[in-house]
């Protein structure tokens, strides 16, 4: 069954209207609509031709639509304390993320890049380096958790073909994540991530928190 048009987006045109049907579909499962090639490269087009339509429909729900300066990006970003749409991470999600961040950071500092891949060893390295008192994940975990994200439309994932060398797989870290949580600073990212540094804790980080 297929329900009537709204009134208020009329002068959409006919045409347009199942691609803008399936950016807002895109928008609100993942949280951002990223048009790097093929169709969600014509979603993109299309998203930014109906920008502010797609702001004004989202505003109520207190979601931000953020179009990245960069990148084909657009990114839906809750409003803190009024958005009920938003999924918190997990302890174990939060490590990553916040390790996840500070790779990022470290890299776009060391000489400006438009993208940021490294690999999943490099991943759990940095886990152990920055959170080297909490247990870490094993392997069939942290692919979970890199799954997750990358549903997120926070990372991209190319798994290795061979499942015994799943630590060669790679990772890109997309800028949707730092604006996840956009920390000013790194001695921001570090008086967070100091909370976690104790084995056992168990913190509530509403800062941690992503559009889902």
Known sequence: MSLPWPAFWEHIRVEDRPAFSDVLT????????????GRDRELYLLAREYQRELSEY???LHLELVADPDRPIFQ???VPGDCGLVARF??????????LWRIYHDARMERPVET?????????QRLKLYFES???PRE???????ATLRRRRLVRAQWHEDPNRFGESQVEILPTLPRTIPFENLSAWEQQSAIFQTPGSEVAVD???TFQ
């Open 116 to 124: 940021v891949v490294v690999t999943a060893n490099d991943v759990w």
């Open 134 to 136: 909490i247990e870490l």
């Open 207 to 209: 800062s941690e928190e």
């Open 26 to 37: 895109e928008l609100l499962s993942h949280g951002a609509l990223i048009g790097d090639s």
């Open 58 to 60: 989202l505003a109520p």
């Open 76 to 78: 839906l970003r809750p």
């Open 90 to 99: 997990n302890k174990a999600e939060t490590l990553l993320v916040l390790t």
């Open 140 to 146: 069939a975990q942290l692919r979970e958790m890199l």
